[in-house]
T-cell receptor, first 114, second 113 residues
Framework: GQQVMQIPQYQHVQEGEDFTTYCNSS?????IQWYKQRPGGHPVFLIQ?????EVKKQKRLTFQFGEAKKNSSLHITATQTTDVGTYFC??????????????FGKGTLLTVNP | NAGVTQTPKFRVLKTGQSMTLLCAQD?????MYWYRQDPGMGLRLIHY???????AKGEVPDGYNVSRLKKQNFLLGLESAAPSQTSVYFC????????????FGDGTRLSIL
């Protein structure tokens, strides 16, 4: 079945440093979604990428979708303590238009030292 | 709007006991999902529903049952709890159609002793 791999599993940075997490799929994705989960909280939708090579920005966060639509990345510029949490990518599961089901990567836990 | 509400928030069970986790959404979403989250394992889909009266198995359905008698509610049942079912359970919902984001509840932290 489809697999969505995320690296790194953990990342600890000093406040102000940049952070990047990478997501790779074993199959071509029609779209990819990113979620953030604060410690003790629930996943919250951040953004969705649909087009090949797409780049979207949300303030200090930059999301990219690869040209082959098999990989994606999330880059945070100048991290802040509010960025702490686990970042998940998720791609649609299965074929035939089952885009309402998602396969989640295992996530990257970001900790920030103030 | 409350969004997605899960009850209870915490529960401790003994092995062999049964219980039902409740999920309610007030966004009129067609699709609903139950996930479990274990350390280092991400979110794994247990069961899902694409509409009232319909349910389907996800990635890890064994030991669980679900029901969707009303559009706004999705129930997850543990028939005979086992320690391996100790986890955090999240319910989510989304609109009908492709590429819709999922909205999650706060989770239920379940321990099986």
């Amino acid at each position: 079945g489809q697999q969505v791999m995320q690296i790194p599993q953990y990342q600890h940075v000093q406040e102000g440093e940049d952070f990047t997490t990478y997501c790779n799929s074993s199959t071509t994705l029609s779209n990819i979604q990113w979620y953030k989960q604060r410690p003790g909280g629930h996943p919250v939708f951040l953004i969705q990428l649909v087009k090949s090579g797409e780049v979207k920005k949300q303030k200090r966060l930059t999301f990219q979708f690869g040209e082959a639509k098999k990989n994606s990345s999330l880059h945070i510029t100048a991290t802040q303590t509010t960025d702490v949490g686990t970042y998940f990518c998720a791609g649609p599961t299965g074929s035939g238009g089952s885009n309402y089901k998602l396969t989640f990567g295992k996530g990257t836990l970001l900790t920030v030292n103030p | 709007n409350a969004g997605v509400t899960q009850t209870p928030k915490f529960r401790v069970l003994k092995t062999g006991q049964s219980m039902t986790l409740l999920c309610a959404q007030d966004m009129n979403h067609e699709y609903m999902y139950w996930y479990r989250q274990d350390p280092g394992m991400g979110l794994r889909l247990i069961h899902y529903s694409v509409g009232e009266g319909t349910t389907a198995k996800g990635e890890v359905p064994d030991g669980y049952n679900v029901s969707r008698l009303k559009k706004q509610n999705f129930l997850l049942g543990l028939e005979s709890a086992a320690p391996s079912q100790t986890s955090v359970y999240f319910c989510a919902s989304s609109r009908q159609g492709d590429y819709q984001p999922q909205h999650f509840g706060d989770g239920t932290r379940l321990s099986i002793l």
